[in-house]
């Protein structure tokens, strides 16, 4: 008889909203978007 809890079994998570996910890829992707807009004007700058 095993008595210690099953320390292998995953946490019992909730599925992730659709919402929460939308939110958290508008969170990194605006930036990055940004960010590589900004270096690309940048390189521009140097071949003119």
Known sequence: MDTQP???R???TQ???TASL???WL???VP???GVSQTFI???ALFQ
């Open 6 to 8: 099953n320390s292998a």
């Open 10 to 12: 995953p946490a019992e």
């Open 15 to 17: 599925p992730s909203s």
């Open 22 to 24: 939308v939110l958290a």
């Open 27 to 29: 969170f990194v992707g």
């Open 32 to 34: 990055l978007l940004w």
């Open 42 to 44: 940048k390189a521009l």
